[in-house]
T-cell receptor, first 115, second 111 residues
Framework: EPEVTQTPSHQVTQMGQEVILRCVPISNHLYFYWYRQILGQKVEFLVSFYNNEISEKSEIFDDQFSVERPDGSNFTLKIRSTKLEDSAMYFC?????????????FGEGSRLTVL | GQNIDQPTEMTATEGAIVQINCTYQTSGFNGLFWYQQHAGEAPTFLSYNVLDGLEEKGRFSSFLSRSKGYSYLLLKELQMKDSASYLCAVRDSGGYQKVTFGIGTKLQVIP
């Protein structure tokens, strides 16, 4: 069964450093998303991406964040100058144009720890 | 914006039935999802409602009333493995736009 894959599964970084989280969405999907979940809190929307551009972003997704689809398969989230409060699980998701529901398929997540 | 409310915790007995409620206030609506999330894992899709009524899928059913901004997830014949968080989520109008999640209801199934 097709799945969304994310790397790394866990990354530890120093405050102020830049991190790149990578995602390979399901191959025939066209809509891509990043969500984050701070420990014990809800899954929060960061950004949606379609047709090689951001379709919507939340207030969390400020200039510190950027997304890119550098090739036909990868979808990346870059966090510049990380802060302690960026520590969270970051989930990539994708959805397709077919199917009855357009549900989001989530990757296993990348746990980011900022020290 | 979206405001989604659901109970934070519930406890139920193995073999029983449990109903998890969700209410929402939204500026636009294009469907409601229920996801299951085990601790430390990704959310997995359970059900989708866009029209009023009941959708049944095995031991899980989900109901939607758009006029009341209300949904519930019904889990029958509870098993220990059903212990997880159940996330109610609403999709904005306008196609494949963002899905906003509630805080989730942590369900504990006890013997």
């Amino acid at each position: 069964e097709p799945e969304v894959t994310q790397t790394p599964s866990h990354q530890v970084t120093q405050m102020g450093q830049e991190v790149i989280l990578r995602c390979v969405p399901i191959s025939n999907h066209l809509y891509f998303y990043w969500y984050r979940q701070i420990l014990g809190q809800k899954v929060e929307f960061l950004v949606s991406f379609y047709n090689n551009e951001i379709s919507e972003k939340s207030e969390i997704f400020d200039d510190q964040f950027s997304v890119e689809r550098p090739d036909g398969s990868n979808f990346t989230l870059k966090i510049r100058s990380t802060k302690l409060e960026d520590s969270a699980m970051y989930f990539c998701a994708s959805s397709g144009t077919g199917g009855l529901t357009g549900e989001l398929f989530f990757g296993e997540g990348s746990r980011l720890t900022v020290l | 914006g979206q405001n989604i409310d659901q109970p934070t915790e519930m406890t139920a007995t193995e073999g029983a039935i449990v109903q998890i409620n969700c209410t929402y206030q939204t500026s636009g609506f294009n469907g409601l999802f229920w996801y299951q999330q085990h601790a430390g894992e990704a959310p997995t899709f359970l059900s989708y409602n866009v029209l009023d009524g009941l959708e049944e899928k095995g031991r899980f059913s989900s109901f939607l009333s758009r006029s009341k901004g209300y949904s519930y997830l019904l889990l029958k014949e509870l098993q220990m493995k059903d212990s997880a968080s159940y996330l109610c989520a609403v999709r904005d109008s306008g196609g494949y736009q963002k899905v906003t999640f509630g805080i989730g209801t942590k369900l504990q199934v006890i013997p």
